[in-house]
């Protein structure tokens, strides 16, 4: 049985920081591309940052990009998402997801998610 199970959400002023983690069982990460996407309220889940399988490449939506940073440890089969420079705008639940055979970022492709954990960021 696959899970994905996400910590490290939680509140932090404007600017501050916060590191996120998921955690993997029933799937072993290196042979997956692993993606961190978020779901505001009102709005669609969209894609934050992702990981290719081979660990070479990431990919971040410009939002995001020179503040976030994702991360895999092959050993511990996690990955995480260190988010810097925090903005309001960032207050969503952010979701792990994995995706074996797509090689594309799109929500509906990814083959597992975890439940979310939530970060709200204060102005």
């Known amino acids: 049985q696959v899970q994905l199970v996400e910590s490290g959400g939680g509140l932090v002023q404007a600017g501050g920081s916060l590191r996120l983690s998921c955690a993997a069982s029933g799937v072993v990460l290196r042979f997956y591309d692993s993606g961190w996407f978020r779901q505001a309220p009102g709005k669609e889940r969209e894609f934050v940052g992702g990981i290719r399988w081979s660990g070479d490449s990431t990919y971040y939506t410009d939002s995001v990009k020179g503040r976030f940073t994702i991360s895999r440890d092959n050993a511990k089969n996690m990955v995480d998402l260190q988010m810097n420079s925090l903005k309001p705008e960032d207050t969503a639940v952010y979701y792990c997801?994995?995706?074996?055979?797509?090689?594309?970022?799109?929500?509906?492709?990814?083959?597992?998610w975890g439940k979310g954990t939530l970060v709200t960021v204060s102005s």
């Open positions: 997801a994995v995706d074996r055979r797509s090689s594309t970022w799109r929500p509906d492709a990814m083959d597992y």
